[in-house]
Every structure is written in structure tokens, then in C-alpha cells.
């Protein structure tokens, strides 16, 4: 039973909504973690117990929910529902354990052809508040501008990191936004005492905590990475100046079907990605050095 059929079900019922609690694998689907369910659970109402409403009808935290839930995938579903609720949880935490200067580190820029990878790291004042900031690549163009300043504004502190192609294909992505990572980290004018980062692991000599998913999880990886994503985009939008002919204002590097075309019939530029499969096939293909 999918969550349409589930409350088409619990109207046919009239249940009183103020007396009831949907509980269990109902509630799941209720709250979109899972597809569907055999069957419709609920109990009277306690009024000690917490919850939330969908579609009027009370339904079981999800805190509640994970405590008794054994499948591990479903977890995972549900802690992030929790943490995407709460991005400043990582944050609180550590301000308990005594650290003062939290960076966030995120990147931007591993997937394209063409140009740098762009990181940016960012130390946020305890008290930040900015509603509607995201994972950057969830945000429109207007936001993200909006945000940038705002961020550059309020922040204790932040810098950028930018390794640029020709260091890319000398010691592969991954390397080079470690590289990136360090760097927007050492250009802050105020260091970090402890760093959170998207699932990156760094060896430097300050506590590193990656986060799956942490531009979604981590307020302060969130403004890191609109740091860091508006800092490219504007990189990529003056090399569509020099080279309109591949679309870069609108692809920002990305190998789209316009990019790829334009390859084929102009070639490629200094900045492109010479170790990157589009470029290195087109490289080899005109036996280009």
C-alpha cells in the first residue's frame, strides 16, 4: 500500500485525526523513507508522546522510528530525514566538546572537462542563521549569488583553494581536491580548530570529521560549498568570453552534448582535461600530444 492508498484507507476508517498515531513501516511510507507497506498500523493516541504531521494525521518521530527499525538501509533513510531536519547538529556538538572555530571544506568542479577544481573552506559564528542555505548545487543561480555575499559577510573566516587542470591530470581528481581541500583551509586568515568535510578524508594536523552527504548534513559545509560554486561558475563564465563556441556559461566544463559537439568540430583548449575520457579519446583519436 503506497502513502495515497494508505490515507484513502484511514479516511475510510474516520479515525478521529486527534485521537490516533500511525506507527511503524506506515509511518515510514507516510514520511516518504519507505515505498509502500502491507499494511496500515496505528495506536490511541498518547499525549505525552511526540510527532509530526502529514496530511493532517499524527505520525511517529523519527526518532522514535529508528530506535526500532533493524534494517540497516532504512537507517541510513531515516538518520538523514533527521540530520536534513537539524544542520547545525554537527556544528552544536562540537561547540559542547569545547572547539570554538569549525571549518566546513566542499568542492566543486570534479566532473567537469574543462578548468579547476574549486574548494572553499568556512568558519561560521555560533549564533549563524541563513535561512534556505543548502547543498549548493539545490540552489538557483540568484541564491547562490545572494548567499555568497551573505556567507562572505558573516563568516569568522574562509578561503579558497584552486588546483587547476594541468595539476588534475598530473595526479588525478581525487588527489588534486585534497590538494584544493588544504589549500582553501591555509587560506583562511583565522584557522579552523576542527574541520567537517563531504566525505573527504584529509591528513592534515586538525581533526577531520567527512560527512556522507555533508553539504546537505552540515550548515557549514553548505556555505563552503555556494563558496565554492559561485567561485567557479564565475571562472567558467569569463573562459565562455574567450571560447563561446563550447557553451561553458551554460555547461560550466560539464560534457554535455553541446561541449562534446564542439569538441569534435574545434578541438580542445589549453584548459580542458587532457587525462578526462571525452578529451583524451578525442586527444588520441587525432593523435595529439
Given at each position: 500500500m503506497?502513502?495515497?492508498?494508505?490515507?484513502?484507507?484511514?479516511?475510510?476508517?474516520?479515525?478521529?485525526?486527534?485521537?490516533?498515531?500511525?506507527?511503524?513501516?506506515?509511518?515510514?511510507?507516510?514520511?516518504?523513507?519507505?515505498?509502500?507497506?502491507?499494511?496500515?498500523?496505528?495506536?490511541?493516541?498518547d499525549?505525552?508522546?511526540?510527532?509530526?504531521?502529514?496530511?493532517?494525521?499524527?505520525?511517529?518521530?523519527?526518532?522514535?522510528?529508528?530506535?526500532?527499525?533493524?534494517?540497516?538501509?532504512?537507517?541510513?533513510?531515516i538518520?538523514?530525514?533527521i540530520?536534513?531536519?537539524?544542520?547545525?547538529?554537527?556544528?552544536?556538538?562540537?561547540?559542547?566538546?569545547?572547539?570554538?572555530?569549525?571549518?566546513?571544506?566542499?568542492?566543486?568542479?570534479?566532473?567537469?572537462?574543462?578548468?579547476?577544481?574549486?574548494?572553499?573552506?568556512?568558519?561560521?559564528?555560533?549564533?549563524?542563521?541563513?535561512?534556505?542555505?543548502?547543498d549548493?548545487?539545490?540552489?538557483?543561480e540568484?541564491?547562490?549569488?545572494?548567499?555568497?555575499e551573505?556567507?562572505?559577510?558573516?563568516?569568522?573566516?574562509?578561503?579558497?583553494?584552486?588546483?587547476?587542470?594541468?595539476?588534475?591530470?598530473?595526479?588525478?581528481?581525487?588527489?588534486?581536491?585534497?590538494?584544493?581541500?588544504?589549500?582553501?583551509?591555509n587560506?583562511?586568515?583565522?584557522?579552523?580548530?576542527?574541520?567537517?568535510?563531504?566525505?573527504?578524508?584529509?591528513?592534515?594536523?586538525?581533526?577531520?570529521?567527512p560527512?556522507?552527504?555533508?553539504?546537505?548534513?552540515?550548515?557549514?559545509?553548505s556555505?563552503?560549498?555556494?563558496?565554492?560554486?559561485?567561485?567557479?561558475?564565475?571562472m567558467?563564465?569569463?573562459?565562455d568570453?574567450?571560447?563561446?563556441?563550447?557553451?561553458?556559461?551554460?555547461?560550466?566544463?560539464?560534457?554535455?552534448?553541446?561541449?562534446?559537439?564542439?569538441?569534435?568540430?574545434?578541438?580542445?583548449?589549453?584548459?580542458?582535461?587532457?587525462?578526462?575520457?571525452?578529451?583524451?579519446?578525442?586527444?588520441?583519436?587525432?593523435?595529439?600530444?
Amino acid at each position: 500500500m503506497k502513502k495515497k492508498d494508505i490515507f484513502l484507507k484511514l479516511n475510510e476508517l474516520n479515525l478521529e485525526k486527534s485521537t490516533y498515531i500511525i506507527i511503524g513501516d506506515t509511518a515510514l511510507v507516510c514520511l516518504g523513507i519507505k515505498k509502500e507497506t502491507d499494511d496500515i498500523e496505528y495506536i490511541k493516541y498518547d499525549n505525552n508522546k511526540d510527532y509530526i504531521e502529514v496530511n493532517g494525521y499524527k505520525v511517529e518521530t523519527l526518532e522514535d522510528l529508528i530506535k526500532k527499525e533493524t534494517d540497516k538501509s532504512i537507517i541510513k533513510k531515516i538518520q538523514l530525514e533527521i540530520d536534513l531536519k537539524d544542520t547545525y547538529k554537527n556544528e552544536r556538538e562540537l561547540h559542547k566538546k569545547g572547539y570554538k572555530l569549525i571549518g566546513g571544506v566542499d568542492e566543486v568542479g570534479r566532473g567537469p572537462l574543462v578548468g579547476p577544481v574549486v574548494t572553499a573552506c568556512v568558519i561560521l559564528p555560533e549564533d549563524f542563521i541563513l535561512d534556505g542555505l543548502t547543498d549548493s548545487k539545490k540552489l538557483t543561480e540568484k541564491k547562490r549569488d545572494y548567499f555568497f555575499e551573505e556567507i562572505k559577510k558573516q563568516a569568522i573566516s574562509y578561503g579558497i583553494g584552486i588546483v587547476d587542470e594541468k595539476r588534475i591530470d598530473e595526479i588525478n581528481i581525487y588527489e588534486a581536491t585534497k590538494e584544493a581541500m588544504i589549500q582553501a583551509i591555509n587560506n583562511c586568515s583565522i584557522k579552523p580548530d576542527y574541520v567537517l568535510t563531504d566525505a573527504m578524508k584529509l591528513d592534515i594536523d586538525i581533526p577531520v570529521k567527512p560527512i556522507i552527504k555533508g553539504d546537505l548534513r552540515s550548515i557549514t559545509i553548505s556555505a563552503a560549498s555556494v563558496l565554492a560554486k559561485v567561485t567557479r561558475d564565475r571562472m567558467m563564465y569569463e573562459l565562455d568570453k574567450k571560447y563561446p563556441m563550447y557553451d561553458f556559461k551554460n555547461n560550466v566544463g560539464y560534457p554535455t552534448k553541446k561541449h562534446l559537439d564542439a569538441i569534435e568540430k574545434y578541438g580542445i583548449i589549453d584548459e580542458h582535461r587532457k587525462s578526462y575520457g571525452p578529451v583524451k579519446e578525442h586527444l588520441e583519436k587525432n593523435n595529439v600530444k
